[in-house]
C-alpha cells in the first residue's frame, strides 16, 4: 500500500476531518481546538501532518519544532521537534500508518521527542525512541520518550 505523509491545510474541510478523531477517537488526542487556534491566528506554517486513504484522513499527528533555547533534552543543544497527538482511527490501525508517520518526522534528521500515553510504550520502542531520564522538575508528570539521529546524545540531567 502506497500512501504519502501530507501536511494539512489550515481550513475548514481538515477542521470537518479532525471531527471524525473527535468522534472516534480520545478525548486528550483531540486537535480541534489547535486546528481552531491556527485558523485564528492564520498561522500558514501548519504543524498537522496526516495521511488519506481513500479519500479520508485516517491518520494524523503535530509536529511542531522546537527552538535550540528551550532544549533541556539533546546533546549538542539544538533545535528538535515535539511529536504530539498521533492517532490513527481504529478501523486502520496495525497498517502501518502510525509508523510511516513517524518516520516521515525521522527524516528531517532534528531529534524528536514525544509523550508516550498508556499502552503506546512498545510502539514508540518498536520505532526506536527510548524512555529519557525522567527530571521532576522538566518533565512535569509527562512520560516523554525520544528519538536521537547520529551524533545527538541525550542531555545528562545530573548537569545544571
Do not use: C
Amino acid at each position: 500500500m502506497s500512501v504519502d505523509v501530507e501536511r494539512l491545510l489550515i481550513n475548514f474541510k481538515t477542521l470537518e476531518e479532525f471531527k471524525k478523531f473527535k468522534e472516534y477517537g480520545i478525548q486528550e488526542l483531540s486537535m480541534i481546538e489547535d486546528l481552531e487556534h491556527n485558523m485564528i491566528e492564520n498561522n500558514s506554517e501548519s504543524p498537522f501532518y496526516g495521511i488519506y486513504y481513500g479519500g479520508s484522513l485516517v491518520a494524523r499527528m503535530s509536529l511542531y519544532r522546537v527552538n535550540a533555547k528551550y532544549d533541556y533534552y539533546f546533546e549538542p543543544k539544538q533545535d528538535y521537534f515535539e511529536l504530539w497527538k498521533l492517532e490513527v482511527l481504529e478501523d486502520y490501525r496495525n497498517k502501518g500508518f502510525g509508523e510511516k508517520l513517524v518516520e516521515f518526522a525521522k527524516q528531517f534528521q532534528l531529534p524528536i521527542k514525544t509523550n508516550a500515553r498508556i499502552n503506546s510504550q512498545g510502539f514508540w520502542e518498536k520505532m526506536g525512541f527510548t524512555p529519557a531520564n525522567y527530571e521532576m522538575e522538566r518533565d512535569f508528570g509527562q512520560n516523554p520518550f525520544i528519538w536521537m539521529p547520529d551524533g545527538v546524545d541525550e542531555k545528562d540531567t545530573n548537569e545544571k
